[in-house]
Nanobody, 122 residues
Framework: QVQLVESGGGLVQAGGSLRLSCAAS????????MSWYRQAPGKERELVAF????????NYADSVKGRFTISRDNAKNTVYLQMNSLNPEDTAVYYC???????????????WGQGTQVTVSS
């Protein structure tokens, strides 16, 4: 079955950087798009970044454009999120998810990982 394991979170001061990793198994990683989401306390889960299976199409939430970079290594079945210039508003649990294209719509494939906590202090 789909298994996603996020890592790399932690406590960082405002202006700092972190690199998150998501190790995937149980499916053909190179055939699926991947996304990073985050959920802050009391808020809904929101999309942060998206990357297609080959990395040819990448999109970001407006709130992270220019600061975050999503990438993937299909040989290692891993997707990354490089986060720079972090601010307290980036504090959240970060999750990765696999996506499949059904017709013209992207839908979640498999389950969420356990997430990794990112805390940015001011």
């Amino acid at each position: 079955q789909v298994q996603l394991v996020e890592s790399g979170g932690g406590l960082v001061q405002a202006g700092g950087s972190l690199r998150l990793s998501c190790a995937a198994s149980g499916f053909t990683f190179s055939s699926y798009a991947m996304s990073w989401y985050r959920q802050a306390p009391g808020k809904e889960r929101e999309l942060v970044a998206f990357i297609t299976s080959t990395g040819g199409n990448i999109n970001y939430a407006d709130s992270v454009k220019g600061r975050f970079t999503i990438s993937r290594d299909n040989a290692k079945n891993t997707v990354y999120l490089q986060m720079n210039s972090l601010n307290p508003e980036d504090t959240a649990v970060y999750y990765c998810v696999a996506l499949a294209l059904y017709g013209s719509n992207w839908s979640q494939f498999g389950s969420w990982g356990q997430g990794t906590q990112v805390t940015v202090s001011s």
